[in-house]
């Protein structure tokens, strides 16, 4: 190129690497936070959160945030120091979402279902320095606190609260509504900290940046739909995976949060058919809750809900049932390690052509990833290699991308473990549909190896929830001296069903399964579930073995 | 925090900053090439792209793009090159916005309505390495390598191409469809080079980075409400701020693209129709086109589409008319130097409240940041502090955030002006409402002074363009001795209309507007405009100084 209109470098730079370096006009690190401040910004009395009578714009929502910020600051609270919070869905929930990033602090949200020595676990091993308390966990969050040598600063949220606490009202008074806020120096700053529950051994702590929870924010808006005119539903707890970090995406598109403390049914409608709410996520037990409402605590509303369910794949008749009702539902499967939703079951074009049956089962796939997600993909289990997406051979889904966590917190063996290779090592066991959906045929423990088969238990439980008396199904191994494993199904029933005998129930998969694959063991009986409404498949192993 | 469960840190590392590095299985560079890959491995059979009777999946598209890259990179062309394209809104340019960058090169989208000289200035200026010409364009393109000493590989799309050219097709034979992409080794990586079509002076080249390419696309679909349902005509040309990002926006939503090689109403209300388009794009003149269809060239349609409109405020008329015919109209604002739209004018709660009318003022604003722009402001003119959002005192609007360019290609010392003091200087004139939205009240230079007062030419012309009689409406300065500068209409009638007496538009206006403010001069006739249709005023203003 000529040289007298060719810009002119510096020896060595080329002319796109020269003079164009990222200065404070056009380059911003990513957070959450800024997420705030433009729409306080810019639609500042647009309501953003709705809890009872109570209504938060979002220029107070915003100056709540600083104040809390500020409040914090100002008692020495800083640059990655952690502030636990305990608390239902409530407003000062999303708050803690955004005014402890604003001071650069890291905001741990605790599972209020925990017992207390977890949840003291969880402040020593995070070094909490505050704690928010909302006043009806305080009997929880005493007995934690006594059992550390030094508790944190304490503040309860409404009403009485623990000894010498301050309320959070009082603390905020002592901040500034305008306060400017740091924000972090880095996007890789960490945000968040969120205990996973596992099975077995200590909790883990997935650490969330501030990068991470920014694209997941958007990830989530784009792939659910939320805009200004959206109103989301807390039907799913804010302390798992920071509520799938819905309370960033809400912000990000201006849509208004309603506020839900406890999940009942008449309750969810209610709000629904009063507030219009277009959105909600949650486990499959809340869609299980919605489809079998009774009548008379259903309410009619006109628009379409989207409904997004993960943790499990939701039943046909679940879905068909939800669809009746108004709602409209789509599977998302991700994990505390990806800030909440890493695929979602989008539609592919050849769901035009399938029965309501066939588009049901493709529905309960895992699906493909969020915009926002790198890739996922599923891994031979011996080589690591990528299957072929052929639908049919089992390997490990992996996950790769911005919105997967940093790692763990102090914990750099199982974060190797876990993040090695170039990707997120999740566990689960699944194939790869030609179209490119994940589908999970069970957790690596949760296999059922009989006679040489493999069998999936999820498999088989999708098959037994079919059953008109079935609620919930669990099936698990039971040791067998002659075919190694055989399945065994717990099964809790709805209310007010007849039970059907083993032997109608063993009729009922036979015709809808590979005889290898029907349980030999059925127990009618209440499943334990975790602290996250998840059932406990190791309390049901051990009881399948103990089973005479 | 006790020692004993504290995780253990590196002498001076806080605990949430060790083994907590970033790495591959979390940390990927922002790139918008990320979003196709992501879709074809997604939903590699749904439509990405249709033109007339061809269709190109997103597994097609994908692997027409890693042909195009891996083609170029066999010719030798790598990391920073450029890459020019003279093309219409063709599926060939939605591949290069993505097989370009794949392979770390620029892409160079040029004006199809520009003159051979500036043609050739951009492609020497930029150094394009690569030339891809649409066979219509042959004789522009022919015209301006005439001009450069050393012309670059030139590749045809379509039909006959300029003598020596490689055909496009041809030249995607030679590329691998599975071709590996080595993407940015940096999202800071420049990705296009567009030029300003500025009014005096040589163009000025801004360049874009692959992060700030993967967040409008993001900030887009949010802003706008793409999702994989959605249908996209191409009304806007593609060659403007690379489309405004488009290309990238509708891939990360998985919506479909239409194309659309010219812009005529008939072929619009076609298109809408049969392929259910649910959002377009484009300047002022195209909702006016489709506003003032015949009725015969109009078809109707069921769903709503929406219609971002940038460039100028569209009228109320023009609004009205479009909601009527089922388009739901969203103002937005940007430039070449913010990748397109920077602003949206958004709803407020307020506007529930405002009469129609009221409400169409109230949408010609230029709004509030879209979600992934950091922040507006409105700078006073002398110390460039914020005004008050008092939305009366003008200022010059301002933008910040990673949507920003990085700079202009090799002129340090505009890029400096420009991205001075942490914000991207607009050198549009405007203040800043109460409700957080800006409205631009001139551009600089288009302020008329008349007797020390100012006078805003667009309020003038939004007056003018109430009137029955009235299709276009520029309103200049003309010299005058006594009140300095005194308001000159140039107006274009609608097709068939009255010309009304200069009389009859001064009683008009004079019911409708302060008496300073009432132009002076009226002069009907065919506006000049731009090749990418903005009105020419620089032409008017000569033409204002020379009445007689």
């Given at each position: 190129?000529?040289e007298?209109?060719h810009?002119?470098?510096v020896?060595g730079t080329?002319p796109f690497?020269?003079g ?5 006009a056009?380059?911003v690190p990513?957070?959450?936070i800024?997420?705030?401040?433009r729409?306080?910004a810019?639609?500042?009395?647009r309501?953003?959160?709705i809890d009872?009578d109570?209504?938060?714009t979002?220029a107070?929502?915003?100056a709540r ?11 020495g609270?800083?640059?990655l120091?952690t502030v636990a919070?305990?608390?239902?869905n ?7 979402h955004?005014?402890v990033?604003?001071?650069g602090a890291v905001?741990n949200?605790?599972n209020t279902?925990l017992?207390?020595?977890t949840?003291a676990f969880s ?9 928010l308390v909302e006043?009806i ?7 934690a606190?006594a059992?550390?040598?030094e508790p ?8 009485e ?5 301050v309320?959070y009202?009082a ?7 305008a306060a ?14 969120l205990?996973t ?6 909790p883990?702590?997935a ?10 924010a ?5 792939t659910f739909?939320l805009?200004?005119e959206?109103?989301?539903?807390w039907?799913?707890?804010m302390?798992h995976c920071?509520?799938w970090?819905y309370p960033?995406a809400c912000?990000?598109a201006?849509?208004t949060?309603?506020?839900?403390r406890r999940v009942?049914?008449?309750e969810?409608?209610r709000l ?5 709410v ?10 299980s ?7 008379h ?6 628009q379409?809900?989207r ?7 939701p039943?046909?008749t679940?879905?068909r049932t939800?669809e009746?009702?108004g709602?409209?539902?789509t599977h998302l499967?991700?994990?505390?390690e ?5 695929t979602?079951c989008l539609a ?5 052509e399938l029965?309501?049956?066939?588009r ?10 969020l915009?926002t ?5 599923v ?9 072929e997406?052929?639908?049919t051979?089992i390997?490990?889904?992996?996950l790769r991308?911005n919105t997967?966590m ?5 914990n750099?063996?199982a974060t190797?473990?876990t993040?090695?290779d ?8 699944g194939?790869w549909?030609?179209?490119g ?6 957790r690596a423990?949760?296999i059922?190896?009989s006679?040489?088969e ?5 498999e ?21 001296e002659?075919w190694?494993?055989?399945p065994?199904?717990?099964l809790?029933?709805?209310?007010g069903a007849a ?6 129930l063993t009729a009922f998969?036979r015709?809808r399964m590979?005889r ?6 059925v ?9 996250t409404g998840?059932i406990?498949?190791?309390v049901?192993?051990e009881r399948?073995?103990?089973?005479r």
């Amino acid at each position: 190129m000529p040289e007298s209109t060719h810009p002119t470098t510096v020896a060595g730079t080329h002319p796109f690497e020269a003079g164009l370096e990222r200065r404070a006009a056009n380059y911003v690190p990513l957070t959450p936070i800024s997420l705030l401040a433009r729409a306080a910004a810019s639609f500042g009395a647009r309501i953003a959160v709705i809890d009872g009578d109570r209504r938060l714009t979002y220029a107070q929502l915003d100056a709540r945030c600083r104040r809390l910020a500020s409040a914090l600051a100002r008692r020495g609270i800083g640059r990655l120091d952690t502030v636990a919070i305990l608390a239902s869905n409530i407003p000062e929930m999303v708050e803690a979402h955004f005014g402890v990033p604003m001071l650069g602090a890291v905001l741990n949200p605790l599972n209020t279902r925990l017992d207390p020595a977890t949840i003291a676990f969880s402040l020593r091993h995070g070094g909490a320095k505050v704690f928010l308390v909302e006043a009806i966990h305080r009997e929880l969050a005493a007995r934690a606190l006594a059992e550390l040598p030094e508790p944190p600063l304490v503040v309860t949220i409404g009403g009485e609260g623990v000894a010498d606490a301050v309320p959070y009202e009082a603390l905020l008074d002592e901040g500034d509504p305008a306060a400017a806020w740091p924000g972090p120096e880095d996007e890789w700053q960490s945000l968040c900290l969120l205990y996973t529950s596992g099975t077995t051994g200590d909790p883990k702590g997935a650490v969330y940046s501030h990068r991470g929870a920014y694209l997941q924010a958007l990830g989530n808006a784009v792939t659910f739909g939320l805009s200004g005119e959206s109103v989301y539903l807390w039907t799913l707890p804010m302390f798992h995976c920071s509520g799938w970090s819905y309370p960033w995406a809400c912000v990000a598109a201006g849509a208004t949060q309603v506020c839900l403390r406890r999940v009942e049914p008449a309750e969810i409608f209610r709000l629904i058919a009063e507030h219009g709410v277009t959105h909600l996520c949650g486990a499959p037990i809340v869609l299980s809750m919605i489809a079998h409402a009774p009548i008379h605590e259903r309410r009619a509303f006109e628009q379409t809900v989207r409904c997004a369910v993960g943790g499990a794949a939701p039943s046909s008749t679940i879905i068909r049932t939800m669809e009746e009702l108004g709602f409209r539902v789509t599977h998302l499967y991700g994990a505390t390690e990806s800030y909440g939703p890493a695929t979602a079951c989008l539609a592919q074009p050849d769901w035009a052509e399938l029965t309501q049956t066939q588009r049901y089962e493709r529905m309960a796939r895992q699906g493909v990833p969020l915009a926002t997600l790198d890739a996922v993909m599923v891994a031979d289990l011996e080589t690591g290699a990528p299957l072929e997406k052929d639908g049919t051979r089992i390997g490990e889904i992996r996950l790769r991308g911005n919105t997967i966590m940093k790692g763990y917190l102090g914990n750099p063996s199982a974060t190797e473990r876990t993040l090695a290779d170039g990707w997120y090592a999740t566990g689960d066991l699944g194939v790869w549909h030609p179209d490119g959906a994940v589908e999970i045929k069970d957790r690596a423990k949760d296999i059922i190896i009989s006679g040489g088969e493999n069998i999936s238990s999820l498999e088989v439980e999708e098959v037994l929830l079919r059953h008109p008396a079935v609620m919930l199904a669990a099936v698990v191994a039971r040791p067998d001296e002659t075919w190694g494993e055989t399945p065994c199904a717990f099964l809790e029933a709805k209310p007010g069903a007849a039970l059907p005998s083993t032997q109608e129930l063993t009729a009922f998969c036979r015709e809808r399964m590979a005889r290898f694959k029907v349980p030999k063991t059925v127990v009618f009986g209440p499943l334990p579930k975790t602290s996250t409404g998840k059932i406990q498949k190791f309390v049901l192993r051990e009881r399948a073995r103990e089973l005479r």
